[in-house]
């Protein structure tokens, strides 16, 4: 059977994980985003089984319990973790996975999937890491503290990633994240 690749690209709250990914799908259609479970409400235009599944914390329990998350972690007071069997299935079908989460999860998928592909990517610096969180204005300002604390943590394991990436000027970027994705 075919097999595919697990990509797993994390880095900070902020750090433009996100705006990457979209940016990437565009050029190429080919990988698959994998859909995760989260307990946190849905923020302004957010669509269920787009942005994420919306789950209640017992739901997302049931799913751990009965080991359906290929990962998961708490995060700012919530739940997110990845549904393992579509995650499975695409891979089974020889196509390239990408799950966009945060560290705790992307720390924990070496031990289950030790053959992904792991990109940590990190802000110009913490300054401007806390510019982008304020500017995009979607958090409250205890969530903002608390993501800026969580980031400081976070940077300190990216040494452990196969790859680090810089997102300063996206262009860049993206094509790092493209080249490391497309040569490997
Ligand atoms: P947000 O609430 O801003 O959508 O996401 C908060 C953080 O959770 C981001 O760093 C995001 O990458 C991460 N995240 C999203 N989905 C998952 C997941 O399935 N597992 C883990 N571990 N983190 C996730």
Redesign the pocket.
Known sequence: MASGKLIVL?GP?GVG?GTLVRALLARRPELYLSV???T?SPREGEIEGKDYYFLNKSAFETMIEQNQLL???E??GNY???PLTKVEEKINQGLMVL????V???TAIKKSFPDALRIFVLPPSLEELEHRLRSRKTDAEAAILSRLERAKEELKVSEEFDKRIVNDDLEVALQELETTIFSN
């Open positions: 994390t709250s994980k995760s479970a989260t946190r990962e998961w972690a995060y700012a997110y973790g990845t799950l966009e989460i945060e705790i999860g992307a």
